[in-house]
């Protein structure tokens, strides 16, 4: 298990255009990590995959279609890090929501960033509500670059949060 407690300012590992909702952030580090990506479009998963790979010492153990298949493989993956949509079948809207809160639950130190088309403020205040650590909602038109998406991972997997949109500025 990786360390969770060197924390460094926020200020000083802030992507351009991310606030955070807490004053501290971890410390960005690349240490190895295991990831599982969940979406329903083929598309999107694909590339997430892709731009994971393409981040030094991650490891994609699964790309899943739905939160149920989602949840099963990221626990019998034991993976650091699950990157997903916030919308996806089963349930539909907010799906990427009920998969942070069971991961909460079973596999407290799993990290998990979810994306969404939309500056969604209460799918993302309710992703905070819990006081979970290793949390992040992203809205997917702000992420410029692959860089943007590996400080969100990493950040997560270290047991931080980040959040881009106007739900972090609260």
Do not use: C
């Amino acid at each position: 298990d990786y360390s969770r407690s060197s924390m460094a300012s926020a200020a000083e590992h802030s992507p351009p255009g991310h606030a955070q909702l807490h004053d501290e952030q971890p410390a960005i580090a690349a240490r190895p990590l295991v990831a599982a990506v969940a979406s329903q479009s083929y598309l999107v998963r694909v590339g997430l995959a892709e731009v994971l790979r393409e981040m030094t010492g991650v490891t994609v153990a699964g790309s899943y279609v739905d939160g149920d298949a989602l949840l099963r493989g990221s626990l019998a993956e034991h993976v650091d890090v699950v990157v997903t949509d916030l919308d996806l079948p089963p349930t539909g809207p907010g799906e990427g929501l009920r998969i942070a809160r069971a991961l909460a639950r079973e596999a407290p130190g799993v990290g998990v960033v979810v994306l969404s088309e939309h500056d969604r403020g209460p799918s993302a205040l309710a992703l905070f509500a819990e006081d979970v650590a290793g949390r992040a909602y992203l809205v997917k038109q702000r992420l410029r670059r692959g860089p943007d998406l590996e400080t969100a991972v990493r950040a997560v997997a270290a047991g931080g949060r980040n959040s881009s949109g106007r739900a972090s500025r609260i």
